[in-house]
């Protein structure tokens, strides 16, 4: 398993790069706080441009980054189980390269 927690408005992201099978799961705090600034439990366009900028996301990868894609229910938010869920794909994508 992938633990996700932000801790003192720091993301955290532990991957346990030796367990090509592990699974993502989000923490009740939020995946992304530190980049919701206005406290709403999602990120917004602007929001997760902040988060894209700072996360620098490899080329193969960037795809998957599209706001419109990772807004899977298309409210123009960006919830912590969507991020989570593209967090998932990519590690799926890292993992079968590797492999």
Same mark, same amino acid.
């Given at each position: 398993? =992938?633990? =996700?927690?932000?801790?003192? *408005?720091?993301? $955290?992201? $532990?991957? &346990?790069? +030796?367990?090509? !099978? @592990?699974?993502?799961? @989000?923490? #009740?705090?939020?995946? %992304?706080? @530190? %980049? /919701?600034?206005?406290?709403?439990? %999602?990120? /917004?366009? @602007?929001?997760? #441009? +902040?988060?894209?900028?700072?996360? *620098? =996301?490899?080329? &193969? %990868?960037?795809?998957?980054? +599209?706001?419109?894609? $990772? /807004? *899977?229910?298309? /409210?123009?938010?960006?919830?912590?189980?969507?991020?989570?869920?593209?967090?998932?794909?990519?590690? !799926?994508?890292?993992?079968?390269?590797?492999?």
């Amino acid at each position: 398993m =992938i633990n =996700i927690c932000c801790h003192s *408005r720091i993301l $955290v992201l $532990v991957l &346990p790069l +030796v367990f090509p !099978t @592990a699974s993502i799961q @989000a923490d #009740e705090g939020g995946v %992304y706080s @530190a %980049y /919701d600034s206005n406290s709403d439990g %999602y990120l /917004d366009k @602007a929001e997760f #441009e +902040v988060f894209l900028k700072k996360r *620098r =996301i490899r080329k &193969p %990868y960037r795809h998957l980054w +599209v706001f419109e894609m $990772v /807004d *899977r229910d298309g /409210d123009q938010r960006i919830s912590n189980q969507e991020l989570v869920d593209t967090l998932q794909k990519e590690m !799926t994508l890292r993992n079968r390269k590797t492999q």
